[in-house]
Structure formats: C-alpha cells, structure tokens
C-alpha cells in the first residue's frame, strides 16, 4: 500500500505557476501509475493527469494540457505538478492518487485505490 501526501498548494494570481509535490511511501511507488484530480466545492472530482511508473508516459485533461506537466523522482519517491498560466478555473483541492498498475489511461479517479489528503490552489483573477 502507497501512503502519499500532496503539497506545494496555496494563493495565485492569474498567470501565475505553481508546482504540487506528491510525496509517497511503500515499496510499491515505483511500480503505480500516479494520476492528479481536483474538485472544485461543489463539483464532482475530476481528472487532471497521469504518468506512468517509469515517467515516459503521460496524460493530461484537454483544460490543462499545454500548461501543466508532470513528472516523476522515483528516488524520491516524489511526483512533480508544474502548473503554469494558472486560470481561476484552475481553483480546487487537488488531490495525487496511485493506482495499482504501472500504467493507465484512464480518467476514472474510482481507478485510484490511495489518496492523499490534498492540497487547496487558489486562482485570483
């Protein structure tokens, strides 16, 4: 079992960058694809991205895709959300999760089997 801990959120302006850390422990870490969802109050959690357990492969939400990247230290056990140009659209709790599987293309966070508590982003427009 994976035990991640999310970080790194906080107050932006428009236009502004952030980068989330999702810290893990567990040996299975670098085994588990590691996908990115936030909500919104009031709204379902939705998906944002994902990356493979070797960090070659990722998928991003076609909101995010061109200003968010992801990556991965599996030294560190640690994945990595560059979040550039934020939008306030881009406001929510923001949560990393691991899935069972070294890779996934999926969208579904009821894929995910461990969370991390979150982290809030808020965009000031």
């Known amino acids: 079992q994976v035990q991640l801990v999310e970080s790194g959120g906080g107050l932006v302006q428009a236009g502004g960058s952030l980068r989330l850390s999702c810290a893990a422990s567990?040996?299975?870490?670098?085994?588990?694809?590691i996908g990115w969802f936030r909500q919104a109050p009031g709204k379902e959690r939705e998906f944002v991205a994902t990356?493979?357990?070797?960090?070659?492969?990722?998928y991003y939400a076609g909101s995010v895709k061109g200003r968010f990247t992801l990556s991965r230290d599996n030294n560190k056990n640690t994945v990595y959300l560059q979040m550039n140009g934020l939008k306030p659209e881009d406001t929510g709790a923001y949560y990393c999760?691991?899935?069972?599987?070294?890779?996934?293309?999926?969208?579904?966070?009821?894929?995910?089997?461990?969370w991390g508590p979150g982290t809030q982003v808020t965009v000031s427009s």
């Open positions: 990356i493979s357990w070797s960090g070659r492969t990722t």
């Open positions: 999760a691991a899935h069972r599987s070294r890779n996934y293309s999926g969208t579904s966070p009821t894929d995910f089997g461990s």
């Open positions: 567990g040996r299975t870490f670098g085994n588990s694809a």
